[in-house]
């Protein structure tokens, strides 16, 4: 199994920007579809952008011409940059991959830890 660890979440002012990084720990045959979620007090946890291998994106309506997400296929990494930030963006957010591993045909899922981001006035 891979581990995804997550990096640079904090606090911000609004209208600041931030960026995660999301890095998987160990080689992997593949690395498929990479997304961001995000889990706000009394919410169910919200899907807020995905990139496929081919660098395919999508975003939520929410976040839309704010939040950009990419990846690097080499270092196995996964990066969500977040500008223009709003309170309402106030929420854990955890990072997703699917990825084949070495020796495997199979798809299997791994998600970060989560990382606090919280947008102060």
């Known amino acids: 199994q891979v581990q995804l660890v997550e990096s640079g979440g904090g606090l911000v002012q609004a209208g600041g920007s931030l960026r995660l990084s999301c890095a998987a720990s160990?080689?992997?045959?593949?690395?498929?579809?990479m997304g961001w979620y995000r889990r706000a007090p009394g919410k169910q946890r919200e899907l807020v952008a995905t990139?496929?291998?081919?660098?395919?994106?999508k975003y939520a309506d929410s976040v839309k011409g704010r939040f950009t997400i990419s990846r690097d296929n080499v270092k196995k990494t996964v990066y969500l940059q977040m500008d223009s930030l709003k309170l309402e963006d106030t929420a854990v957010y955890y990072c997703?991959?699917?990825?084949?591993?070495?020796?495997?045909?199979?798809?299997?899922?791994?998600w970060g830890q989560g990382t606090q981001v919280t947008v102060s006035s």
């Open positions: 990139i496929t291998s081919g660098g395919s994106t």
């Open positions: 997703n991959t699917k990825f084949t591993p070495w020796g495997s045909t199979s798809e299997y899922d791994a």
């Open positions: 160990r080689s992997v045959f593949s690395i498929n579809g």
